[in-house]
């Protein structure tokens, strides 16, 4: 569950990169956020993860009030939350395999729970049988992949998307598309941000537009949204 | 913490520095001139302190007693010199052993004239003791103490040497201080640069990190271990070139220069090494760490 309550952030005097926003987003939710550049989409995501702190009101995550966490557990509360960019954000210098158990790594896996969750996530996004491939020798959609992957091996129980689609082409966008509404599926919840009309108008789901920090319209199905 | 992310951060800590061959070389070869010159600084000092040590335990107080004590006062009188801590030996010269000494030196050829005193020994109160001390900065506080006691008439002793030597022990210890801190300082300063490009490199790598729940340790981990290993490296080149050196040196002097083998002998290579290898790894590590964890704590915010 996400929930924000009158939350503004302004990061110097002038206009606020987000403005009063009223959010209620239950577990197990597929929700798009759309906007133009400057919309205060990606200070959104920022501010779910804890990178940025709100100026103004407060933030519930799976009902953690994000103003009540110390800073030596933001890492503990993070791992309830997988994360993908636009530019994919995987380590270069490690191959498919290595990339994904590099989040089990991080966050203190034992080995052998890692050897088994990572084919296993690998195999959900389809990519088993690249784990040896370095990401320069896979196509940009598989490297998404590759970064779901390694946002869902931990079990989050939310999932946020910037853009995830904006490096794709349609076809590869799509099938990514598909592989997060399948994650939505298993109980998910999924935020996406993007700018990708065609894919919010088809996959009916609810819709959040934000224009200069501001919540215009939430649009709950989908059904009737109009760019 | 797991023994899988304990290699893990060693081989992440390993990887860093061979990322950043050129910055860990440099890293390394600095630290490496800085124990090596510590090493020899060290060298010099203890070989040095051990013959200043050689010097002081000759330098001895006498003391001289007045005319009408017993024997048993003069004894009563060692008994407490002996107790002083800053005392190591103390030698009684009765009267008859001192005017034998004195005829050894200054009858020497020509003991026919020392007949003349054969009943009668003219250095008859010239009973004496001859005390070594360990320390000799603590001469003076020694003779205040012994001219205190009863039965004492003079205690003679050597201003000069003793301040002499005291003064330059000083000198010695100010002046490697100094060179040391500077040496660290240096040391310090290039393993922070060292790791400060470490993270530059790593940035992305770092924000992934933290972005999936990595702990602040996690992801510190590595820059500390990279640090330690180049304090480890930079300490373990010198200490063992070092230790091949001492060894042929002394060898080498002792051959070539038999004729200082009477004022200069060094200490044997165990000795030195027994202290300056746990002394020299200590400081590449702790170097190594305290560079690491400054430029951590500047430019990491987790």
Same mark, same amino acid.
């Not at chain 1, 490096?167 to 509404?181: C, T, V």
């Given at each position: 569950?996400?929930?924000?309550?009158?939350?503004?952030?302004?990061?110097?005097?002038?206009?606020?990169?987000?403005?009063?926003?009223?959010?209620?987003?239950?577990?197990?939710?597929?929700?798009?956020?759309?906007?133009?550049?400057?919309?205060?989409?990606?200070?959104?995501?920022?501010?779910?993860?804890?990178?940025?702190?709100?100026?103004?009101?407060?933030?519930?995550?799976?009902?953690?009030?994000?103003?009540?966490?110390?800073?030596?557990?933001?890492?503990?509360?993070?791992?309830?939350?997988?994360?993908?960019?636009?530019?994919?954000?995987?380590?270069?210098?490690?191959?498919?395999?290595?990339?994904?158990?590099?989040?089990?790594?991080?966050?203190?896996?034992?080995?052998?729970?890692?050897?088994?969750? /990572?084919? !296993?996530?690998?195999?959900? $996004?389809?990519?088993?049988? @690249?784990?040896?491939?370095?990401?320069? +020798?896979?196509? =940009?959609?598989?490297?998404?992949?590759?970064?779901?992957?390694?946002?869902?091996?931990?079990?989050?129980?939310?999932?946020?998307?910037?853009?995830?689609?904006?490096?794709?082409?349609?076809?590869?966008?799509?099938?990514?598309?598909?592989?997060?509404?399948?994650?939505?599926?298993?109980?998910?919840?999924?935020?996406?941000?993007?700018?990708?009309?065609?894919? /919010?108008? !088809?996959?009916?789901?609810? $819709?959040?537009?934000?224009? @200069?920090?501001?919540?215009?319209?939430? +649009?709950?199905? =989908?059904?009737?949204?109009?760019? | 913490?797991?023994?899988?992310?304990?290699?893990?951060?060693?081989?992440?800590?390993?990887?860093?520095?061979?990322?950043?061959?050129?910055?860990?070389?440099?890293?390394?070869?600095?630290?490496?001139?800085?124990?090596?010159?510590?090493?020899?600084?060290?060298?010099?000092?203890?070989?040095?302190?051990?013959?200043?040590?050689?010097?002081?335990?000759?330098?001895?107080?006498?003391?001289?007693?007045?005319?009408?004590?017993?024997?048993?006062?003069?004894?009563?009188?060692?008994?407490?010199?002996?107790?002083?801590?800053?005392?190591?030996?103390?030698?009684?010269?009765?009267?008859?052993?001192?005017?034998?000494?004195?005829?050894?030196?200054?009858?020497?050829?020509?003991?026919?004239?020392?007949?003349?005193?054969?009943?009668?020994?003219?250095?008859?109160?010239?009973?004496?003791?001859?005390?070594?001390?360990?320390?000799?900065?603590?001469?003076?506080?020694?003779?205040?103490?012994?001219?205190?006691?009863?039965?004492?008439?003079?205690?003679?002793?050597?201003?000069?040497?003793?301040?002499?030597?005291?003064?330059?022990?000083?000198?010695?210890?100010?002046?490697?201080?100094?060179?040391?801190?500077?040496?660290?300082?240096?040391?310090?300063?290039?393993?922070?640069?060292?790791?400060?490009?470490?993270?530059?490199?790593?940035?992305?790598?770092?924000?992934?990190?933290?972005?999936?729940?990595?702990?602040?340790?996690?992801?510190?981990?590595?820059?500390?271990?990279?640090?330690?290993?180049?304090?480890?490296?930079?300490?373990?080149?010198?200490?063992?070139?070092?230790?091949?050196?001492?060894?042929?040196?002394?060898?080498?002097?002792?051959?070539?220069?038999?004729?200082?083998?009477?004022?200069?002998?060094?200490?044997?290579?165990?000795?030195?090494?027994?202290?300056?290898?746990?002394?020299?790894?200590?400081?590449?590590?702790?170097?190594?760490?305290?560079?690491?964890?400054?430029?951590?704590?500047?430019?990491?915010?987790?």
């Amino acid at each position: 569950m996400i929930k924000l309550e009158n939350v503004s952030k302004a990061y110097s005097a002038g206009i606020p990169a987000l403005n009063d926003v009223n959010l209620h987003i239950e577990q197990g939710e597929f929700v798009f956020v759309v906007g133009d550049s400057g919309s205060g989409k990606s200070t959104l995501i920022k501010l779910l993860l804890k990178e940025l702190e709100p100026t103004k009101g407060s933030i519930m995550i799976n009902n953690h009030r994000l103003g009540n966490i110390r800073h030596k557990d933001i890492p503990k509360f993070r791992r309830n939350i997988g994360v993908v960019f636009q530019d994919f954000r995987l380590l270069k210098d490690r191959n498919v395999y290595e990339n994904v158990a590099f989040a089990q790594r991080a966050i203190g896996t034992p080995v052998k729970t890692m050897r088994r969750k /990572v084919p !296993a996530v690998l195999s959900m $996004v389809g990519l088993a049988a @690249k784990y040896k491939s370095y990401p320069k +020798e896979i196509s =940009g959609g598989e490297q998404q992949r590759v970064a779901i992957a390694r946002a869902l091996v931990n079990e989050p129980k939310i999932l946020l998307a910037d853009e995830p689609t904006g490096n794709l082409d349609a076809h590869n966008a799509w099938e990514i598309m598909k592989l997060l509404e399948e994650i939505n599926q298993r109980g998910t919840t999924v935020l996406v941000v993007t700018h990708n009309q065609d894919i /919010v108008r !088809a996959m009916k789901k609810r $819709v959040i537009t934000m224009r @200069k920090g501001v919540v215009i319209e939430d +649009e709950r199905t =989908g059904e009737d949204y109009e760019d | 913490m797991r023994i899988s992310t304990f290699f893990y951060t060693v081989k992440q800590g390993a990887k860093n520095i061979w990322k950043n061959k050129m910055f860990s070389l440099a890293s390394i070869a600095t630290m490496s001139a800085c124990i090596f010159l510590f090493g020899v600084f060290y060298s010099v000092v203890v070989n040095f302190q051990s013959v200043v040590r050689e010097v002081e335990s000759g330098v001895a107080v006498t003391v001289f007693f007045e005319d009408d004590v017993t024997q048993k006062q003069m004894d009563e009188v060692g008994e407490q010199i002996g107790k002083r801590v800053e005392v190591s030996k103390k030698v009684f010269v009765s009267a008859d052993e001192a005017w034998k000494n004195f005829q050894k030196i200054y009858f020497k050829g020509a003991e026919d004239m020392a007949e003349g005193f054969l009943e009668d020994n003219p250095l008859a109160h010239s009973a004496h003791y001859e005390v070594y001390m360990n320390d000799i900065s603590m001469q003076n506080s020694l003779v205040t103490y012994i001219q205190s006691l009863k039965g004492v008439k003079e205690v003679k002793s050597s201003d000069i040497a003793a301040n002499t030597l005291t003064d330059f022990n000083r000198l010695i210890g100010y002046v490697s201080a100094g060179i040391i801190l500077i040496l660290l300082c240096v040391a310090v300063f290039l393993i922070s640069n060292t790791v400060t490009i470490g993270i530059a490199v790593r940035k992305e790598e770092i924000a992934i990190m933290k972005l999936i729940g990595a702990t602040d340790f996690f992801v510190r981990a590595p820059f500390i271990v990279e640090g330690i290993l180049i304090g480890i490296i930079g300490s373990v080149l010198p200490l063992a070139l070092l230790y091949y050196m001492y060894r042929n040196i002394i060898v080498y002097v002792g051959e070539k220069f038999r004729w200082l083998s009477g004022m200069l002998e060094f200490l044997p290579v165990d000795k030195v090494f027994s202290t300056l290898v746990p002394v020299g790894l200590l400081l590449g590590v702790g170097i190594g760490l305290l560079g690491s964890r400054m430029t951590i704590k500047k430019h990491l915010k987790v």
